[in-house]
C-alpha cells in the first residue's frame, strides 16, 4: 500500500492484511488504513447463516441507494455515480479482511525477509539503474532521492506486480456500508468518483485492494486527488500503467509530508550495556551529540558525521534485536504508512538498492509470537498489576508499550515495551505473588 492514504484513520484498530507486522502508532498516517499483517489470520467468522446474509444484501443495497444523495451533494455528476455502482455487490472478501483479527503478528524479522528480500533487491537496483535519466528528473524536481521512491514502489507492490485485482467501487462500497472503516471508504469512494471524472477513466478498469489502495504505488483515491503527478508527461496521470506517474506522484506526497533531501534516514546502531531501553522510542529525540556522550555507536564502524541533528532511537524487536537511529525523512515514511516496520523496510531496500549493506545485528529470530489470547492475557495481566495497557483488545500498541515498559522498570528489566513469551510468564508470576 502506499500514499496518503490508504490509510484509514488511525483510530481504527490495526486490522491484518497485506504486509505487515508492529503496529506502532506515532503521526497520523497520510495514506490509508493501517493494516499491519498477520500470518495465518484466522478469521472468527461463524458460518454465515442466510439470512444474517440477506440482511447485510439488503444494508448493502439500501446503502448504495441512499448514498447516491451524499454522492451527488458533493459534486459528483449523477451519471458517473450510476455508472460506477451499477453491478456491484457486497463482497465477502473485503468482508473478511476487514473484519479478522490476527491470531498471529508477523515478526518484524519474517517481515523484512519478504519486503527486503534479495531478489526484491536485485530488481530494485536494475530499475533503479535502467531509469537514472527519469529518477534523476524527480529528485530535481521533488527532492526525494530515487532510491527511496524505488523501495517505495518495491515495498507496496513489488514493482507492479502486486496492485490487487477488486472492483475500487466494490471494494470501497463494502467497507462503507458497514463495519469499522464506514467513514474511511464513504471518503474514498466519493474521491474514486471524482479521480474518475478527473481522469476519464473506466470505472470498470479501475482495480484495487480490499482497502481501496491502487497501482504501483497502491494510492488511495484522496491521496491521488492531492498528489497524482504525471511522471512521464503523457498528459494523463496513471498510477496502474505508468511506474513513473506513480513515482513522481510518491515523490509529491513525500515532498508534501515534509521530505529533507540530503539527509541520511538514520542508521544500525549499538547501544552500551546498560542503555536505558526507555529512551529507545520514536518520540524521544535528543542531538546524535547527546546519544553519542550515552555511549550509542554506529554499528558499523563509522563515526557520525552530523553531531547536532535530532535523532530516536528504535528497537522493534526489543533489547535482544538491533537498534537503529532514526531521523525526521524515516518519520516522513511513517506518515505515508505509520508502521515502523513498513518504514524500515522502505530505508533499508533504499539503502541497498544504493549498494548498501543489511542490518548487521542479529533479530531474535527464536522468539515465539504472541497468539491473539496471549496479547488480550497480556492486557488484563497488567492491567491486574495496576498498569493502565488500555482495552484489551489484543492489539500492542503506545499504551500497552508504556504500560509493559512500566513494569519491566519495576522489575529491573530492560524497559523495551516488547511483549514477549517471556515477559507474560514473569508477569503472570507476579500476579500469582500477589495471590491474584
Ligand atoms: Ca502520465
Excluded at 484509514?8 to 499483517?37: E, H, K, M, V
Excluded at 505515508?336 to 539503502?351: E, G, K, M, P, R
Excluded at 528489566?413 to 500476579?431: C, K, N, S, Y
Aim: hydrophobic share 45%; glycine share 8%; charged share 20%.
Amino acid at each position: 500500500m502506499t500514499n496518503a492514504l490508504r490509510h484509514l484513520n488511525r483510530a481504527l484498530l490495526p486490522i491484518a492484511l497485506g504486509a505487515f507486522a508492529t503496529a506502532c502508532a506515532t503521526a497520523a498516517p497520510a495514506r490509508g488504513p493501517y493494516i499491519p499483517a498477520a500470518y495465518a489470520p484466522k478469521v472468527a467468522a461463524a458460518q454465515p447463516m442466510a439470512a444474517a446474509d440477506q440482511a447485510a444484501d439488503a444494508k448493502f443495497a439500501a446503502f448504495v441507494h441512499d448514498f447516491r444523495a451524499t454522492a451527488l451533494a458533493a459534486g459528483i455528476k449523477p451519471e458517473t455515480y450510476d455508472r460506477s455502482m451499477a453491478g456491484i455487490a457486497r463482497n465477502p472478501r473485503v468482508e473478511q479482511a476487514n473484519l479478522q483479527q490476527p491470531e498471529f503478528v508477523k515478526p518484524i524479522w519474517e517481515y523484512l525477509d519478504t519486503a527486503v528480500s534479495d531478489k526484491r533487491v536485485a530488481t530494485g537496483a536494475q530499475l533503479f539503474a535502467a531509469d537514472q535519466p527519469m529518477l534523476e528528473k524527480l529528485h530535481t524536481r521533488f527532492g526525494v532521492p530515487p532510491e527511496y521512491l524505488v523501495a517505495i514502489w518495491g515495498v507496496e507492490s513489488n514493482y507492479g506486480d502486486a496492485m490487487g485485482h477488486l472492483n475500487m467501487f466494490e471494494a470501497l462500497a463494502t467497507l462503507a456500508y458497514d463495519g469499522p472503516r464506514m467513514d474511511f471508504g464513504r471518503k474514498e469512494l466519493i474521491a474514486a468518483m471524482k479521480m474518475e471524472e478527473r481522469e476519464n477513466l473506466d470505472p470498470k478498469q479501475m482495480t484495487s485492494s480490499w482497502a481501496g489502495a491502487f497501482g504501483q504505488t497502491q494510492f488511495v483515491p484522496s491521496s491521488f486527488l492531492t498528489n497524482g503527478v504525471d511522471g512521464d508527461g503523457d498528459g494523463k496521470i496513471d498510477l496502474w500503467h505508468s511506474p513513473a506517474d506513480a513515482i513522481a506522484s510518491t515523490a509529491l506526497l513525500l515532498a508534501n509530508a515534509g521530505w529533507k533531501d540530503k539527509e541520511p534516514w538514520g542508521y544500525e546502531v549499538t547501544v552500551p550495556t546498560g542503555f536505558d531501553y526507555a529512551d529507545a522510542d520514536i518520540d524521544t529525540v535528543k542531538t546524535v551529540a547527546e546519544w553519542k556522550k550515552l555511549g550509542v555507536h554506529k554499528t558499523n564502524g563509522e563515526p557520525f558525521t552530523v553531531l547536532d541533528r535530532p535523532a530516536a532511537i528504535i528497537v522493534p524487536a526489543g533489547a535482544r534485536g538491533p537498534a537503529f537511529m532514526v531521523f525526521d525523512d524515516f518519520k516522513t515514511v511513517l506518515k505515508y504508512n505509520n508502521a515502523q516496520s513498513y518504514a524500515l523496510a522502505v530505508c533499508l531496500l533504499a539503502d541497498r538498492i544504493k549498494g548498501g549493506g543489511s542490518v548487521i545485528a542479529s533479530w531474535p529470530r527464536s522468539e515465539m509470537p504472541l497468539t491473539r489470547d496471549e496479547r488480550i492475557a497480556f492486557q488484563n495481566d497488567l492491567k491486574k498489576l495496576g498498569y493502565d495497557p488500555g482495552d484489551a483488545d489484543g492489539v500492542l500498541g503506545h499504551k500497552v508499550r508504556a504500560a509493559i515498559r512500566a513494569f519491566q522498570k519495576a522489575n529491573g528489566l530492560p524497559a523495551d515495551g516488547f511483549a514477549t513469551q517471556d515477559l507474560l510468564v514473569r508477569v503472570e508470576r507476579a500476579i500469582a505473588a500477589k495471590g491474584g
